[in-house]
T-cell receptor, first 113, second 113 residues
């Protein structure tokens, strides 16, 4: 069974631009969560989607948004990029939402200049 | 407010000895706990979990202990192998409330041959 895939793997943007990251979950998994990882901060929860509905949301500004499609694939968008948005963005999928083991993709490394 | 804490940023252990990674939490609503391992340039990998109704869970060389009264859990790896060298994240949530998963900042384990 194929794992979680994320595209692109690397991205360089400039301040003020917007970016869209994509995540394809493991086949059969209906929950997708997004995390931001920065040095020393661990994994900060962004949001979780299940059956195309956002079920949980972290403490990030409204510039961070996401959506999930009917095939469970998910995208997250960051508008008006700031230097502090430079991070590794990780997507994780699971069978159900609200906890339990999650299976992570390799992440998208975003650098904002 | 860091709800999941891993107070040791790093740990070094000799090959063959026991590795003990510690985690403390503050939210008494947490009822499900997980450990993940992360290698550089990869996403975290689920290792082992424990529900609050248990105080111990084993899976091969990995054992997780939960002390609810102290709000403390630990991951024991016996025997430690060089391939165990990675960053270990503790995570927790209120699974009965379908709440978001909160990760700790991670502990970097080095197993010395």
């Amino acid at each position: 069974k194929a794992g979680v895939t994320q595209t692109p793997r690397y991205l360089i943007k400039t301040r003020g631009q917007q970016v869209t990251l994509s995540c394809s979950p493991i086949s059969g998994h209906r929950s997708v969560s997004w995390y931001q990882q920065t040095p020393g901060q661990g994994l900060q929860f962004l949001f979780e989607y299940f059956s195309e509905t956002q079920r949980n949301k972290g403490n990030f500004p409204g510039r961070f948004s996401g959506r999930q499609f009917s095939n469970s694939r998910s995208e997250m968008n960051v508008s008006t990029l700031e230097l502090g948005d430079s991070a590794l963005y990780l997507c994780a999928s699971s069978l159900e939402w609200g906890g339990g083991a999650q299976y992570f993709g390799p992440g998208t490394r975003l650098l904002v200049l | 407010d860091q709800q999941v804490k891993q107070n040791s940023p790093s740990l070094s252990v000799q090959e063959g000895r026991i590795s003990i990674l510690n985690c403390d939490y503050t939210n008494s609503m947490f009822d499900y706990f997980l450990w993940y391992k992360k290698y550089p340039a990869e996403g975290p990998t689920f290792l082992i979990s424990i529900s609050s109704i248990k105080d111990k869970n084993e899976d091969g060389r990995f054992t997780v202990f939960l002390n609810k009264s102290a709000k403390h859990l630990s991951l024991h790896i016996v025997p430690s192998q060089p391939g165990d060298s990675a960053v270990y994240f503790c995570a927790a949530n209120s699974k009965t409330s379908y709440d978001k998963v909160i990760f700790g900042p991670g502990t970097s384990l080095s197993v010395i041959p």
